[in-house]
């Protein structure tokens, strides 16, 4: 199962690098404490030339950072069959050093306890399940390429999730996001990083649960799940959250061809809220081939929004593994945006293509 994972993900491929490179710099009498990371640069430019406001974007090419990141990975043996285990992992710019303390962002932190027999159950801040079971297969790309629902969704903070162990190829999967108005001030309003009215503070606390099942047996990996895509927005943790108030649906697998080539299909929707709108329905079609020390993906995208204009959105990417430790890359997307109101149509705004390359050093 994880083989197939890995084989059909190029950041499984080139990330793979990162786990070979991990350092143990304790493992004693089952207590063992890993340290990895990478450094990260690139050149990015193109994307939107304007934003939801419709308001001109300066799109030119820049030296970027390229999600540099350092991390921790640490477990204990309890038992045989029972192994408490817990992650930390910060980002920093790799490109500045005006970043306060040395870093911008706690992006995972969380403990748990796994056991072979019953399952595996964690709490803290990480990524959507709903992502690393069901829409993994496409969350191939470095940045941008990604159009169902990402690691972000109704997750990273005041989470808890339980997953069963494989299965007969089957593993099942249960996260619930909390939201919480404790130190607000009742009757203010909440505003998303947009600015948008997202809710009132007295609305009362809110449980966003995603759940699914997995299938991944041989060439095959399938997975079917759901996010009650709540419109709440935790600012206490980088704005996560902010969906329509509806149900999102997801059904997306992969099949691997040969040890080098994989396809992958996938659809999603959500419903169309009376209020907000928002409701979509987004088909997926993509690949990743790789030979040597290269690897090669693209996707497409047809978005069907309600109400709204339908995007044809592609994405592709070229990678090349240097050594074990260094890989550089090239990836280009056109997210082809939709209208950003109701006078302005998708013909009238022009979309620049995204484009980013770079390289990175693991460690």
């Not at 350092?23 to 990371?37: N, R, S």
């Not at 050149?43 to 799109?59: K, L, T, V, Y």
């Amino acid at each position: 199962m994880k083989k197939t994972l890995l084989a059909t993900a190029i950041i499984g491929a080139l990330g793979a690098s990162a786990a070979a490179q991990a350092a143990t710099v304790y493992d004693q009498e089952g207590t063992k404490l890993d340290i990895y990371g990478r450094i990260a640069m690139g050149i990015s430019g193109g994307g939107p030339e304007f934003d939801s406001q419709d308001r001109a974007i300066d799109n030119s090419a820049d030296f970027v950072d390229v999600f540099s990141r350092l991390g921790l990975r640490m477990s204990h043996e309890v038992t045989r069959d029972l192994t408490a285990f817990g992650r930390l992992e910060w980002r920093f710019s790799g490109d500045e050093n005006e970043t306060d303390g040395g870093f911008n962002e706690i992006r995972q932190s969380y403990i748990g306890l796994q056991s072979d027999q019953f399952g595996t159950f964690q709490a803290g801040n990480f990524d959507s399940f709903y992502n690393q079971f069901v829409s993994l297969p496409f969350d191939v790309y470095i940045d941008r390429g990604l159009n169902f629902a990402g690691h972000r969704k109704q997750s990273r903070g005041d989470s808890i999730g339980y997953y069963t162990p494989d299965l007969e190829g089957f593993t099942a999967f249960l996260q619930l996001k909390h939201y919480s108005e404790r130190g607000l001030r009742e009757g203010v309003d909440r505003f998303n990083e947009d600015g948008e009215v997202v809710g009132t503070s007295g609305e009362g606390n809110v449980i966003a649960p995603q759940g699914g099942v997995r299938y991944a047996q041989g060439p095959v990996t399938v997975g079917l799940g759901f996010v009650e895509d709540v419109r709440r927005v935790d600012l206490n943790s980088g704005g996560n959250g902010g969906g329509n108030g509806e149900m999102l649906y997801g059904l997306i697998g992969q099949y691997e061809f040969t040890d080098q080539l994989s396809a992958r299909l996938g659809y999603e929707t959500r419903e169309d809220s009376s209020s907000v709108g928002g409701g979509y329905d987004t088909v997926g079609l993509g690949g990743t081939f790789t030979t040597g020390p290269w690897a090669f993906t693209a996707d497409y995208y047809n978005i069907e929004r309600d109400n709204d204009d339908t995007s044809k959105a592609w994405s592709a990417g070229g990678y090349y593994k240097v050594s074990s430790a260094f890989d550089v890359f090239l990836e280009v997307a056109d997210a082809d945006a939709p209208s950003v109101n109701r006078d302005t149509t998708l013909g009238d705004l022009t979309d620049d293509v995204y484009w980013l390359t770079g390289a990175r050093y693991h460690f």
